[in-house]
């Protein structure tokens, strides 16, 4: 079992950068994918990027690739969103989530967050 707390969110301008943070607990958090996923209001959840369990592999969506980067410390147990150059469509709930195979589809995570606000004004 993992249970997973993400923060960091806030209002930020356009062009802004935030860090968001998601701390889990457990003992077996480095053996887990972790993945970020995002849902703005009326629209579907939607993938922005995983890491792999040894931080080794990273893969990010389209939309946010050049201006985030994933990263985990797993003697912290936690994983690292950093968010550069946003933009008002990059306005959502952020979600962290742990699985064991990862990838973009949110089936892959068994575990997730409660969800942090992220708000960027144009």
């Known amino acids: 079992q993992v249970q997973l707390v993400e923060s960091g969110g806030g209002l930020v301008q356009a062009g802004g950068s935030l860090r968001l943070s998601c701390a889990a607990s457990?003992?077996?958090?480095?053996?887990?994918?972790m993945g970020w996923f995002r849902q703005a209001p009326g629209k579907e959840r939607e993938f922005v990027a995983r890491?792999?369990?040894?931080?080794?592999?990273?893969y990010y969506a389209d939309s946010v690739k050049g201006r985030v980067t994933i990263s985990r410390d797993n003697a912290k147990n936690t994983v690292y969103l950093l968010m550069n150059s946003l933009k008002p469509e990059d306005t959502a709930v952020y979600y962290c989530?742990?699985?064991?195979?990862?990838?973009?589809?949110?089936?892959?995570?068994?575990?997730w967050g409660q969800g942090t606000q992220v708000t960027v004004s144009s």
């Open positions: 457990g003992r077996t958090f480095s053996s887990y994918v």
């Open positions: 989530a742990a699985g064991t195979y990862g990838g973009a589809w949110s089936t892959n995570y068994n575990y």
């Open positions: 890491i792999s369990w040894s931080g080794g592999n990273t």
